[in-house]
């Protein structure tokens, strides 16, 4: 069978396990490293991905995973993102309704268990890159490179690079992805087999490759990928292909191509496969996707805005060089590297045009070696590690379309194998030079603890959010995002004061930032400062014409400084922006209600209900509305629609109790009052209210025990206290007139 020279363990100073306990070890220690973020939170982007994302629900339709993007969206709309992962989709609704719930454990249980799977099948590949592809008489392959697989293997488990993927749960794309890439790489390898006759391959196998390529990218959309890859492990392994002598013979139209590999029995069909099945996955992914490309603002990726050609071609380069330095050195990271994190080179005197120059500078020469060198062993490692390293990067790398994120540690995953690749032949080639081959494999081992110890403090960082968006801070203290984040979270928390100080950091980092504008005035009006939010968010929706929820918020700042008019223009501006919106529809409804336009608040708030049919809020408003003018059994029915939608809502029960004591119906009011106060237990005005139904009611003794326990949790409440003390009155009249 095609294979290489099984040489490179000769040189490799490093542990021979049996292929059993190889696989254990690997399994164990890639274990070890993320176990800690099995109990984390959702943190960053599982809201929208997970929490958000109404395809996870049992009441959406399967069927609509397949046109929807990954944050559920439909495909077909302006704003989605064409990120089209339904498989990946598919694995998070199982979760939620194996968990019977949002519960994080199980979702980062799973991601732990892939990122093992894969850590060990990565021997298995590992061991046919470093060590080619050979079977025994009996058709099992053979593992040429036992200790060099392992070393690889052990690299790549240990990677801190794949925290974000493994300790983040939307990182499960890329684990999925990266899971059927490798199942389809080592299928195509199944394909191929030696017999007496010479050599013969199942078509079945090639088959099978594709469609598990087809799975891959139907988790994340790098799978297509592993087509290409197959190809040139086809060609360099399999066949032998010198690349360098194919292309001579190619410029000097020589005619005996044949002898340079490229028309040996098999390939072409082979090629035509891979070829054919890509194209019709693109098409089939194409014709899905529906329309154009998403669109991203500039602030997710500056350089691809840039007007001039050479500043767009500088900054992409410098983006590949620090996604090269992450793999080398993964000390700093963060979990978002746009907004300013990364400042735009401009000109050639920036100083860090020298990290671009000394990336080329390695590439370059790892092609030349790659191409030119006289040992085919040494070409194919080079070839098959470059490769591995190059081409799944390929869709982020902006050359074919615009990517959404500066740099992102996520779509790392899968060319971090070929830098294992690469440095495991580096270490071979050291170990062959070295005298003290045992010093250089204790240094190999402490580049390995020193990374499991950096993957178990990043998984830490990752399990909350307050502890990942602070962890940023050092690392990109220019990011307006991380800012924003970390405000976000401490306002979340109730935290206004410190929340202030970095959503103004956010904005005077980023003076576009509308969200953050949004969230600052949001507090700022919450703490009647009502002229600057009042001033933020009109910027806000100035920079954003659209922005909908900025608005909202502006409007019932407006509303607040009585400024009528002005609010319900913004109110209805923020409908025209986006029409479905329940909330801006309940504000709008209060507005209409404080001008005493009451068809037009109930109107609103119906709305809202239509819309959202469990906003409370509006429901309760329509409840207290049709009460307070004297609709009460408009207000009952509507008491009971909002019940029966939803049930458990104990504000809802408290306000159809009133509605029924005021219509006499006693018995049915105290069962509500009575069921609202046991969800509700310590609401004094439950209390309060209740016992003015019995006092109604001539239930006085029940009368004056509710009254007591309403004074004793609110002893300010309005009315209660008068309220008790006639009661008081009349029981004392009551009791001389018995005693006479």
Known sequence: MAQMEPNLDHDVSWFLLPSYWAKMVVGLISF??????????????????????????????????????????????NTSHKSYRPLTVLTFRMNYLFAGGFYPVGFHVINIILHCTISVLMIDVFSILLGGLQFSNKGRRLN??????LLAALLFAVHPVHTECVAGIVGRADLLCALFFLLSFLGYCKAFRENKEGHTFSVFWVVVSVVLGAIAMLCKEQGITILGLNAVFDALVINKINLLELIRKLLYKDKSLENAGLLRKGLLFRMTLLMCGGAGILYIRWRIMGTGPPAFTEVDNPASFADSLFVRAINYNYYYSLNAWLLLCPWWLCFDWSMGCIPLIKSVSDWRIIALAALWFCL??????????????????????????????????????????????RVIYL????????FTYGFSLLSKQAKKKKILAVAVLGI???????????????????????????VCPLNAKVHYNVGKNLADKGNQSAAIKYYREAVRLNPKYVH?????????????????????????VQIQPDFAAAWMNLGIVQNSLRRFEEAEQSYWTAIKHRKKYPDCYYNLGRLYADLNRHIDALNAWRNATVLKPEHSLAWNNMIILLDNTGNLAQAEAVGREALELIPNDHSLMFSLANVLGKSQKYKESEALFLKAIKANPNAASYHGNLAVLYHRWGNLDLAKKHYEVSLKLDPMAPGTKENYNLLRRKLEQLQKKGGA
Request: hydrophobic content about 45%; some cysteine; aromatic content about 10%.
């Open 144 to 149: 040429l490179a036992p200790k060099s697989s």
């Open 415 to 422: 060319p971090s194998i070929g830098y294992c690749i690469l």
């Open 364 to 409: 370059i020469g790892l092609i030349c070696q790659a191409l030119c060198s006289e040992d085919s062993h040494k070409r194919r490692i080079l070839t098959l590690g470059l490769g591995f390293l190059i081409i799944p990067f390929l869709p982020a790398s902006n050359l074919f379309f615009r990517v959404g994120f500066v740099v992102a540690e």
């Open 448 to 474: 390995l603890l020193i990374n499991v110890m950096r993957c178990a403090l990043r998984s830490s960082q990752w399990r909350s959010e307050e502890q990942l968006f602070r962890s940023a801070l050092s």
């Open 32 to 77: 070890l490293c993320f176990a800690n973020s099995y109990d984390g939170d959702f943190v960053f982007d599982d809201s929208e991905a997970i929490i958000n994302n109404k395809d996870l629900r049992a009441e959406t339709p399967l069927g609509d995973l397949w046109y929807h993007d990954f944050w559920g969206c439909k495909l077909s709309s």
């Open 516 to 540: 953050a504008m949004n969230n600052l005035g949001n507090i700022l009006k919450e703490r009647n400062e009502l002229h600057e939010a009042e001033e933020l968010l009109s910027l806000a």
